[in-house]
């Protein structure tokens, strides 16, 4: 199987699903504030700019340039990519976005563990299970 880098556009859209990720968990926090704990709309913020930091990150493309995967690797992550764009419409109630958003942080963390390590199963693994949060 040949093995294949993340484009340089990959990555940028990479980093708009989870600048679109962060910006929809903040979103959600505001339209449901009341609704919410303090603790929760606590965690959520603290999700948010996680989010927002791993889509900093990503636009900066010094991360993924070198780590390769094969084709069917890299449609995971395009899965990925556009399950975290259409977000918005599937977020059921606070827990629901409590559990998007930390599978999201949880995705965006194995991108630098894959990026240290080589390990490409984790960013698959976890990418799976983000894809998985968001449609049921």
């Known amino acids: 199987m040949m093995k294949k880098e993340l484009t340089a556009d990959d990555i940028f859209e990479l980093s708009r699903a989870f600048h679109n990720m962060a910006t929809v968990v903040g979103q959600y926090r ?14 959520l913020e603290n999700k ?7 889509a900093s990150d990503l636009n900066a493309e010094t991360v993924l340039i070198k780590i390769k995967f ?28 409590i559990r998007i958003a930390a599978k999201a942080v949880a995705f965006g963390g194995s ?23 968001i449609s049921t």
């Open 30 to 43: 505001y339209d449901h504030w009341d609704e919410f704990t303090k603790s929760q709309r606590s965690d």
């Open 48 to 54: 948010q700019w996680t989010l927002f930091n791993t």
């Open 70 to 97: 094969i084709e069917k690797d890299l449609q995971v992550l395009k899965s990925a990519t556009t399950a975290m764009l259409s977000t918005a419409k599937k977020i059921k109630d606070i827990k629901h976005a």
């Open 111 to 133: 991108i630098y563990a894959a990026a240290s390590t080589g390990n490409v199963v984790v960013i698959i693994s976890t990418a799976l299970e983000l894809i998985e949060e």
